[in-house]
Structure formats: C-alpha cells, structure tokens
C-alpha cells in the first residue's frame, strides 16, 4: 500500500488557513499556492537517492553528497495544478513538465480528459503529479491511469486538501502510488466540492470566480 502522508509543519498549516480564506485575492492565492507546493516538496524529495563526491572549499577538500542524478518529471492537473508546478520546480529545476487536461462532467463528477502531453521519455522518470484540490478522486484516478499507460512506474501524488472519500478511492485503485497532502477536510458536498475546502482552486488562482 503507498503511503499516506499528512504535511504538519507549522507553516503549512498557517499558509493552508490563508488560502482557505473567502477574502484572500487571486494575487496573494497564487503566491500561497506557489509556496505550500515548495514546502511540501522538501518532504516529497526526502527519499532521492545520493552519491559522494568530493569539493574543494576555501579551506580543504571536503566529502560532500549531491542527488545521484534522478530523473524527475512534475505533471499538474490542468489548470489548477499549474499554480504547485513553479513552487516544485524551485527545489527541482532539472525536472520536466508534463501537462494532463481533465475536466469534471457536472451530472457524474466523472473525469473527461481533453488534453495530455508528457515528456517523451516519462516511463524512465519518477513523476510527481501535481492538483490542489483532492475531492472525489476521480480526476486524479484518471490521471494516474494515463500515466501508467505511459509507461510511469513510479508516481507520487501531492495535493494541498483532501476528502478522505478521494483518498479511499486512489488507494483502492492505485495502491503503489504514494500521497502527500496538508489537510483531510470533513466531507464533499452534493456538487463534490471539499468541505470546508476553500471553493474552486482555479477559479480562485485565475481570478475567474
């Protein structure tokens, strides 16, 4: 089973409550949204693999490490998981990007894809897909199936709130995959939105609300 990780650092949870709030604009949400997707990745990189090497400083040779050249690909889901990608992308600029396009069907809350473009060699790179908003799971599900008809093996999932319901399902249907998210919130609503949540992450980071 991939494992489930809650983001608990103190300032997580202080940017969390910024973003929740109806009186925060789009210009101060995308700065939230950019930042929460940079701390959150210090914990989604903690297992890259290292490797020795020695540097010189000012003073004498020292036995230092630097990540073993792993190769990363970040793919959000369009469009709001393109606010987590310049966050990621600050503590991994080597990565690639990869761009998957769903949108929800308003009468079954199921996943229609209209657009999806990975790097080319994706199947050799660990992928960390990238959504802030975690509610039915099923956008994410489809997301994830696409990646694996790729070729992706090995996929790490991360979302700033969640519903409990979408984590139940992607780990029912994608039990390899790990998750990483600030928040479970209490339940979805009769539109499938997350409650409390904080609304439609796009709308609010685009100003289309």
């Known amino acids: ?3 489930l990780t809650v983001i608990d650092h103190p300032l997580v949870q202080h940017k969390i409550s910024l973003l929740r709030d109806e009186q925060t604009g789009p210009k101060e949400f995308r700065e939230l949204v950019g930042e929460l997707a940079m701390l959150m990745g210090y914990e989604v990189t903690r297992d890259l693999p290292l490797k020795e090497i020695e540097v010189k400083t000012p003073v004498a040779m020292a036995k230092t490490k630097v990540i073993a050249g792993k190769k990363l690909a970040i793919v959000p889901i369009l469009r709001a998981g393109l606010g987590m990608v ?12 990869g761009h998957i ?12 894809e209209y657009y999806c473009k990975l790097p080319h060699d994706c199947a050799e790179r660990d992928v960390i897909l990238v959504d802030p908003m975690f509610a039915t799971g099923h956008s994410i599900n489809a997301a994830l199936n696409l990646l694996k008809k790729k070729g992706c093996g090995h ?5 700033l709130v969640a519903a409990q319901q979408g984590i139940d399902l992607i780990q029912k249907n994608h039990p390899d995959v790990d998750i990483f998210v600030a928040v479970i919130d209490d339940h979805l609503n009769d539109h499938g939105y997350i409650v409390p949540g904080l609304g439609d992450a796009g709308d609010r980071y685009f100003g289309t609300k």
């Open 155 to 159: 996929i790490k999932l991360v979302c």
């Open 101 to 112: 396009g769903l949108y929800r069907d308003p009468e079954t809350l199921e996943a229609v």
């Open 1 to 3: 089973m991939g494992k």
């Open 86 to 97: 310049d966050g990621m992308l600050k503590l991994i600029p080597a990565a690639k990007v």
